[in-house]
């Protein structure tokens, strides 16, 4: 059973992803702002005040399972959460480009189907699949594996997850440093991404190793590729790194303009784990919602019933 702090931590993993994707929903597709420029939670577009994006309602069958008891190495809840995305997508005012285009591909929704399609949209790219989607959903992942001993399946499952959209390794990798990096803050309140780097082995340790160094010597604006997953990684780690609390983290990845929403709510995900929920600001919390009929009470109640679900305390848990 986690303690008070740790659940605050848990539900700031959730809570303030999702308020990095309101915050930054009206400034998608901009040029980058300069930092005395304010950044507001405020409508904008075709999105209302506080209501969150893709980024956030794509981790929410993700976060269903895991609330219903369901692990995300089980092939069926890995067909649901694809099955759920295709009825969200129905109606959603916006979609991934690569992510629509797998959707589009999968008749029948299952784990091997949807990983079949994002191959084949992998090869018809010329070999490209790298893009931010999967990693922007990655916050509730890690909250299904905190207990002792679950450090590898979390890894195993992170890239599970990661390749029902997008085929190519960045992708994978990006998902699997962050969901571990997530889980460490969620347990101990500290920020580490480095620390699990050794489970993508050697090589590819000191090449994540070196983006990150890069990434705390610039701001999240010297990132402009962000839809690439690489580099929204850095964008969003920079913004952690230089941000002075969470609502200061999250509005410096706002300010990296361009895909300023995912950037925004990936930076959520890991810095709401290290700060916690009640560090957001309250009206904002108030003003969450985007999936049908879910809110930030409802994101609350799937977050509580997945810490505190036995299959999360894991070997000697």
């Known amino acids: 059973m986690l303690d008070e702090p740790a659940l605050d931590r848990a539900l700031g993993a959730v809570w303030a992803s999702a308020v990095g994707d309101a915050l930054g929903a009206p400034y998608e597709f901009q040029p980058s702002l300069p930092d005395t420029e304010p950044v507001l939670l405020k409508a904008g577009g075709v999105w209302e005040l506080g209501e969150w994006t893709d980024d956030t309602s794509m981790a929410v069958p993700v976060l269903q399972e895991l609330a219903a008891g369901n692990g995300l190495d089980d092939p069926a809840a890995l067909g649901r959460i694809v099955a759920a995305w295709q009825d969200w997508s129905l109606g959603a005012k916006d979609v991934g480009i690569q992510t629509r285009a797998v959707l589009a591909l999968v008749r029948t929704p299952t784990e091997a189907v949807a990983r079949a399609s994002a191959y084949r949209v992998h090869l018809e790219n010329g070999n490209r699949s790298a893009g931010n989607g999967s990693l922007m959903r990655t916050g509730p992942v890690a909250l299904g594996y905190l207990g002792l001993g679950l450090e590898e399946t979390l890894a195993k499952v992170a890239a599970r997850v990661s390749e029902l959209s997008h085929f190519e390794r960045d992708a994978t990798h990006a998902c699997v440093i962050w969901s571990l990096a997530i889980r460490h803050a969620v347990l101990t309140g500290r920020l580490d991404v480095r620390g699990k780097l050794h489970v993508l082995g050697h090589e590819e340790a000191e090449r994540w190793g070196g983006l990150l160094d890069e990434a705390e010597g610039k701001?999240?604006?010297?990132?402009?590729?962000?839809?690439?997953?690489?580099?929204?990684?850095?964008?969003?780690?920079?913004?952690?790194?230089?941000?002075?609390?969470l609502l200061d983290t999250l509005e410096r990845a706002v300010r990296c303009g361009h895909d300023t929403d995912t950037v925004a709510a990936i930076a959520g995900s890991l810095a709401g784990a290290v700060y916690g929920a009640s560090a957001l600001p309250a009206e904002y919390v108030a003003a969450l919602h985007g999936w049908p009929g879910l809110n930030a009470g409802g994101l609350q109640d799937l977050v509580l019933a997945t810490v505190n679900g036995d299959h999360v305390r894991g070997q000697g848990g």
């Not at 929204?232 to 920079?238: D, E, K, P, T």
């Open 219 to 245: 701001q999240p604006r010297d990132f402009p590729n962000n839809g690439w997953v690489v580099h929204a990684l850095q964008a969003a780690y920079s913004a952690i790194r230089h941000g002075d609390g």
